[in-house]
């Protein structure tokens, strides 16, 4: 037997909240709580519409595998380990970049780490806005190499070129150009 989703009943709406916006919709559920009383709570249309959609996530294979043999971009002083033997593609701990729960970010979204960086960043001690300076310069830097590598001013295969291309139409899209997954 197939499933079927599950149906809300849509609550009435009550008002417009014009100190937030004009196309944020104010509206209340009743909650029946034991006795006669009756408890009203404000919600927002997106509790009714479900959450926001989940984004496909951006894979690029090719993109991960030019992390093996470079030396470590994060460099945390105290921590790294510069064995290019043990680099690997440290994906951002930030939502913003598609992390999400289990979720790794997008693969556009991660620098070449020694994997003493890679546990710092991931599991460390260090504060969050440390972590973030720290993986935005790194970034930068990585993005540089991508520009490097499509230049032709790095020596990398046709399948790297594609791979750094892939990431930059990524992180700077082009004007008027719609990106697909």
Same mark, same amino acid.
Request: charged share 15%; net charge positive.
């Given at each position: 037997m197939k499933r079927t989703a599950f149906k809300r009943p849509r609550p009435k709406v009550v008002g417009v909240d014009l100190a937030a916006g004009p196309d944020i919709t104010v509206l209340v559920r009743v909650q029946q709580v034991s006795g006669h009383i009756v408890r009203m709570a404000a919600i927002n249309d997106a509790d009714f519409r479900g959450g926001m959609p989940k984004t496909?996530? !951006?894979?690029? @294979? +090719? *993109? *991960? $595998?030019? $992390?093996?043999? !470079?030396?470590? *971009? *994060?460099? =945390?002083? &105290? =921590?790294?380990? @510069? /064995? %290019?033997?043990?680099?690997? +593609?440290?994906?951002?701990?930030?939502?913003?970049? &598609?992390?999400?729960g289990a979720r790794k970010a997008d693969d556009q979204w991660h620098v070449y780490g020694c994997d003493a960086c890679h546990r710092w960043l991931d599991q &460390? %001690? +260090? %504060?969050?806005?440390?972590?973030?300076?720290?993986? $935005?310069?790194?970034?930068?830097?990585?993005?540089?190499?991508?520009? /490097?590598? =499509?230049? &032709?001013? !790095?020596?990398?295969? %046709?399948?790297e070129r594609k791979a750094a291309q892939w990431a930059l139409d990524r992180i700077e899209p082009r004007r008027g150009e719609k990106i697909n997954g």
């Open positions: 496909e996530a !951006q894979r690029n @294979p +090719a *993109l *991960l $595998a030019m $992390a093996r043999g !470079q030396r470590c *971009l *994060l460099t =945390v002083p &105290g =921590v790294c380990r @510069p /064995d %290019p033997a043990t680099t690997v +593609a440290c994906h951002s701990n930030q939502s913003v970049h &598609g992390k999400a &460390g %001690p +260090a %504060p969050a806005a440390e972590k973030i300076e720290r993986f $935005a310069a790194a970034h930068s830097w990585m993005v540089s190499i991508w520009h /490097d590598i =499509v230049a &032709g001013m !790095q020596s990398a295969t %046709p399948k």
